[in-house]
């Protein structure tokens, strides 16, 4: 069984940055492909980014490109989202998903991981 917990969201204006971080409780958590997804009231859940389970592949939607950075530090069982540049478009709750690696793929929809955290607000203000 795997445990993700969200931290690090909150209030931020327009232009400014945020960390999120995604702590795994998990022994082989190097194994699991990582990514991150959000949901805006009244919409559907969707991709943000993802990372493999090394972490030297990664991928992005296309509104984050350039302003958000996944990374993750196998040592500490923890995955980051860098977001800058946020714009009031970007508030949603944000969730960290795993699943556990089959090769080199990693996917975009929800239904591609297994796991789930809670989730953590994200609030941008124009």
């Known amino acids: 069984q795997v445990q993700l917990v969200e931290s690090g969201g909150g209030l931020v204006q327009a232009g400014g940055a945020l960390r999120l971080s995604c702590a795994a409780s998990?022994?082989?958590?190097?194994?699991?492909?990582i990514g991150w997804f959000r949901q805006a009231p009244g919409k559907e859940r969707e991709f943000v980014a993802a990372?493999?389970?090394?972490?030297?592949?990664?991928y992005y939607t296309d509104s984050v490109k350039g302003r958000f950075t996944i990374s993750r530090d196998n040592a500490k069982n923890t995955v980051y989202l860098q977001m800058n540049s946020l714009k009031p478009d970007d508030t949603a709750v944000y969730y960290c998903?795993?699943?556990?690696?089959?090769?080199?793929?990693?996917?975009?929809?929800?239904?591609?991981?297994?796991?789930w955290g809670q989730g953590t607000q994200v609030t941008v203000s124009s």
């Open positions: 990372i493999d389970w090394i972490g030297t592949s990664a």
């Open positions: 998990v022994r082989s958590f190097s194994t699991y492909h």
């Open positions: 998903a795993a699943e556990p690696a089959s090769g080199s793929y990693y996917g975009t929809l929800p239904s591609s991981y297994r796991y």
